[in-house]
């Protein structure tokens, strides 16, 4: 029997639909409980966002495939390395990591090894990551606290949605959380102590394996700008019943139990923007996780400390968010553009075309 004539095996994924196994004469029918506790595990392993970016990534890696005649399970990383490439013309590298995240995701399921050390991976990768290297990264515009009060005062709080929007800021804020992070937020994660607010964070996006993290958010001496009490005023609206903290609001007010997406953030943030006359375009759902982390910076916050309340992992990608903070510390510009203008005075007496060292 030649290989096109050989029987090929389909598997039914929730994930990346139905995998198509390259026909193999010498080859046995995957055991379908294994795979199938495969398909369960994988689609288990990674965050909601992260699985629909597989989604897309698997989608246009079979596109690409049918276009130039390739088998998408064929395990060859060669191939694998001609798409990212051709990505790398119109992506950023971590959406191209995202695609071979994919890809290999994939080829998991199905029991294929694609050996992503290849030495042409590796090479495309590699080179695609100087080249951007010496391009600056447009990063969304952080919220800082001395303009938090403002983008807080949008909002109408005498109403459900105003309540809600002002309570998702300051928790996202006061917790750096990230938009998938603070949609995920049950009403059980939050607790009111006499300091403040404890957020129990059972999962983020560099804690695939649920330890979780326990973050704290101090009362504020401004009622304005409490975290306890913009939660306490939208906790009015939404009742006490079990499930999703921040929920989306009908016409008319009405209070769902239905989980907010994390584009809800955004386009909150971006919406109190416009008001204020400021571009949306600058900012986004990282706002506040970048806002926290430069107020703290400028507010004299070592990194230790912004990074325990950030989670990072990585120093240098902490300093990303405090790079611009840090430039204006000790600066020495101000001791001469700050200066008192009476001490810069000519002394009396003192001849114009006196010359001074």
Known sequence: MSADSAPRHLIPTDLFGTLELPADPLARPPDALVLARVRTLVSGAAAPATLRAWRTGWAQWCAYCTAHGYAPLAGRPERVSFFLADLSRTRRLATVRSRLAAIVAAHRVAGIELDTRHRLIIAVLRGFRREQSATPIRQAMPLLFEVLPRFLAAFDHRKAAGARDKALLLIGFGAALRRSELVALDLADIEVVAQGLVVTLRRSKTDQGGHGALLAIHRASSPELCPVRAFEAWCAFRGDAAGPLFTRIRKGGQVTAARLSDQ???????????????????????????????????????????????????????????????????????????????????????????ARP
């Open 264 to 354: 809800t953030v955004a386009r909150t943030i971006k919406h109190a923007a416009t008001l204020l006359g400021l571009s949306s375009k600058d900012f986004s759902g990282h706002s506040l996780r970048a806002g926290l982390a430069t107020s703290a910076a400028l507010a004299g916050a070592d990194l230790a400390a912004i990074m325990e309340q950030t989670r990072h992992r990585s120093a240098d990608v902490a300093r990303r968010y405090i790079r611009n903070a840090e430039i204006w510390r000790n600066n020495v510009t101000e001791r001469l553009f700050r200066a008192d203008p009476a001490l810069a005075q000519q002394p009396e007496g003192e001849p114009d075309d006196v």
